[in-house]
């Protein structure tokens, strides 16, 4: 299957500093990209839908300020986690999704995801 | 999307059948039937999804009833490490559709 590498695998940082989370989309070019949380023992909780070159549409409950996404390329999105507090301590996934035609075929594939600890 | 339902739980035995169930009921015509799975702090894994026919690939099969209100993934000969939790999601396949996770199959697979 196609290949979505997220980077960093694991962050440690202080309250009210900002983290970035970088997804990559290796082997095609992703028309469209999702990021998720999940807490322990819960499920995956999808947070926000971007396409390339647009703005980000967040789910209901997620703070748009908060978790800023940029999907500047089709082959890169980033999530920043401002000014993060130790609630916003998750594991957070992004997804990658290409068209038809991609290497993808319409399939939503999933980074190893980034755990995030902020003390 | 249509919403889907599954058992909690399941165990099976190395080197036997994995039969893994999923009602979906309220599943409209243009909706896909998609199988994940999420091993231990990993991203969730693709394996397999279907439209109205029966799918095999490399690493399961997908059988899906006529009246598609429910599906059965197989794993034909599961090993240990086939030991996650599995996602059964039905998806439209246009526009921005995106995959909604619920709570999943925890399967055991022991020696």
């Known amino acids: 299957g196609a290949v979505v590498s997220q980077h960093p695998s694991w962050v440690i940082c202080k309250s009210g500093t900002s983290v970035k989370i970088e997804c990559r989309s290796l082997d095609f070019q992703a028309t469209t990209m999702f990021w998720y949380r999940q807490f322990p023992k819960q499920s995956l909780m999808l947070m926000a839908t971007?396409?390339?070159?647009?703005?980000?549409?967040?789910e209901q409950g997620v703070e748009k300020d908060k978790f800023l996404i940029n999907h500047a390329s089709l082959t890169l999105s980033t999530l920043t986690v401002t000014s993060a507090h130790p609630e916003d301590s998750s594991f957070y996934i992004c997804s990658a999704r290409g068209g038809r035609d991609s290497g993808a075929k319409n399939i939503q594939y999933f980074g190893a995801g980034t755990r995030l600890s902020v003390l | 999307d249509a919403k889907t339902t599954q058992p909690p739980s399941m165990d099976c035995a190395e080197g036997r059948a994995a039969n893994l169930p999923c009602n979906h009921s309220t599943i409209s015509g243009n909706e896909y039937v998609y199988w994940y799975r999420q091993i231990h702090s990993q991203g969730p894994q693709y394996i397999i999804h279907?439209?109205?026919n029966n799918e095999t690939n490399e690493m399961a099969s997908l059988i899906i009833t006529e009246d598609r209100k429910s599906s059965t993934l197989i794993l034909p000969h599961a090993t240990l490490r086939d030991t996650a939790v599995y996602y059964c999601i039905v998806r439209g396949n246009t526009g921005f559709q995106k995959l909604v996770f619920g709570t999943g199959t925890r399967l055991l697979v022991s020696p």
């Open positions: 279907g439209l109205k």
């Open positions: 971007s396409n390339e070159g647009s703005k980000a549409t967040y």
